[in-house]
């Protein structure tokens, strides 16, 4: 390779002459100072936009938290796509401590709402048409400050959320327990040209120190459509199905920046590395997790549609100058960002794009990076495309469009008639980690009855002639990961009215509240 070809000479060279690596703790002399921009005392000093409150009616709100999480990149501790036997050192790591946004209800930041399966490690999708505003109250319950930075829509200094000299906004670096509102604006420059797709996908992330942070997991993406292009509730209307996807190697190696600075530029004076060159660079190698949305080794489920849909691809890199990535779909083709047809598309760290599929070849099909390493070291899942029953009858998949009011609840359930009257609700709820069965009630009120519900370790309980099931419990009688799921039977009087009523849950002391549909009761075989 020319040495002008070199990554590693050419930032070498460019830091020792310009001086401009702020990263370059060891090398080039400490980072800035963060002072946290807000603190707990504070209370919120957000929620303007230019120095006004945005129209409430123009205004989508949205509370989201930045909380630490043992991450698991191969939650079903095997490859089912390929059936490759992944690195040992994989096995070995599942899991490393990363940092997520994570949407609540409120502003009391108690109850979260549901994830969506097919996003991983992605943040809350945000999403709005040309003019609205994206206001989001932030919370950083992590021990560092964190922020909110977005990428294209229009915003003010105080919102910016990102921390540089000499001044900068208030919701720069938000300290831990502190809270922020940050108001920006999907502006014409924001949306999509007439000749673009009808939205586009911009990223947001936290930018304290943004490359450790993306890295932790701080990031998500915000659908900006063209007003004229928008159904009625703001979704493309050219669009039925939409997909997201994050190519990013994160680093599970547990080296500090300094370590990986003295690694990198190795040889400079006065920069000794803690451990020696090759075992720095052995312990990076191995802590190397190449994630589509965080997850591994066709570990990301999810990625289904239905045969003859519209389906958009938003489609995101980050990272450093190792995460150079190509996206490629087996059985299919796209459009490129509107402008070509293809079955590869090129990611850059930062790169945001636009691939619009027609569904039109059903079958279970591969999705992966198509350079040969990350290919190997398991960066790739799964699509499924659903043939169209005979009868028209569609699979159960998730909300086909992210962020949407009915998808975002905390609380999801469904509703049937039994053979003998009573009613039958079924549902996935959150709780905190680690839920402890025996120690928290349930109260299910739907209209002006109610029951209540206190669960012994399997997870059963019974009020009169109402009976419960919990679902998902150890042999403790916890549930981990932040939700569970039920079975209520409630009988002895009409519970329900109409094809779809209110259904309100206290879990423990939280407060969950949902629509659930009714279906028709079942004939008799």
Not at 158 to 166: D, F, K, L, V
Not at 350 to 367: E, H, Q, R, V, Y
Not at 412 to 434: I, M, P, Y
Request: a negative charge.
């Amino acid at each position: 390779m020319p040495i002008a070809a070199s990554p590693f000479l050419s930032r070498l060279t460019g830091a020792l002459l310009l001086g401009l690596s702020a990263a370059s703790s060891v090398a080039q002399g400490p980072r800035l100072e963060i002072i946290p921009t807000v603190t707990p005392s504070m209370g919120d000093p957000g929620g303007t936009f230019f120095g006004e409150v945005p129209d409430p009616a123009k205004a989508r709100h949205y509370y989201i938290a930045a909380e630490p999480v043992l991450w698991d990149y191969l939650p079903e501790g095997e490859d089912p796509v390929c059936g490759k036997t992944p690195p040992p050192q994989v096995m070995a790591k599942r899991a490393g401590e990363r940092l997520r946004y994570v949407e609540y209800t409120d502003a009391r930041f108690d109850a979260r709402m549901l994830p969506n399966e097919r996003l991983g490690i992605l943040g809350p999708v945000l999403r709005g048409v040309g003019g609205d505003f994206i206001v989001v109250t932030f919370l950083n319950r992590s021990d560092r400050p964190l922020s909110m930075h977005p990428h294209g829509l229009k915003y003010d200094k105080e919102s910016e959320g990102a921390y540089y000299a000499p001044n900068p906004g208030r919701g720069a670096a938000v300290g831990p327990g502190g809270r922020f509102t940050y108001v920006w604006k999907i502006d014409d420059e924001a949306c999509p040209l007439p000749g673009e797709p009808s939205s586009k996908g911009w990223l947001y992330h936290s930018h304290v120190v943004a490359e450790e942070e993306t890295d932790l997991g701080l990031v998500g993406f915000i659908v900006a459509t063209d007003p004229t292009r928008a159904r009625a509730d703001g979704t493309p209307s050219d669009v039925d199905r939409e997909m997201a996807s994050l190519f990013m190697i994160h680093d599970e190696s547990g080296l500090g920046p300094e370590a990986k600075e003295a690694w990198e530029y190795a040889g400079i004076p006065g920069a000794p590395p803690p451990l020696t060159w090759a075992e720095t660079a052995e312990a990076l190698e191995k802590g190397k997790r190449y994630g589509i949305n965080g997850l591994i080794f066709g570990n990301l489920n999810g990625l289904e549609m239905v045969e003859g849909e519209r389906v958009r691809w938003y489609l995101f890199g980050l990272g450093d100058e190792t995460d150079l990535h190509t996206a490629h779909w087996h059985g299919e083709t796209v459009v490129e960002d509107g402008r070509q047809r293809t079955d590869v598309v090129e990611l850059l760290p930062a790169s945001m794009k636009i691939a619009d599929m027609t569904a039109d070849n059903p079958g279970s099909w591969l999705f992966h990076c198509h350079v040969a390493e990350h290919m190997r070291e398991g960066m790739f899942a799964r699509f499924t495309i659903h043939a169209k029953a005979e009868i028209g009858a569609r699979p159960a998949l998730e909300m086909p469009f992210f962020g949407m009011e009915g998808e975002r609840n905390s609380l999801q359930v469904r509703a049937e008639r039994g053979k003998d009257g009573e009613l039958v609700l079924r549902g996935t709820v959150t709780v905190v980690n680690a839920f402890a069965l025996s120690a928290n009630p349930f109260t299910l009120r739907i209209g002006g009855k109610s029951a209540i519900f206190r669960c012994d370790r399997d997870g059963m309980a019974e009020d009169g002639e109402n009976k419960l099931l919990i679902f998902g419990g150890d042999a403790s009688g916890v549930v981990y990961g932040g939700q569970l799921t039920f079975e209520a039977t409630l009988g002895g009087g009409e519970w329900g009215d109409g094809e779809a009523f209110p259904v309100v849950l206290e879990v423990g002391r939280k407060h969950h509240e949902a629509v659930a549909p009714l279906r028709p009761a079942k004939a008799a075989d």
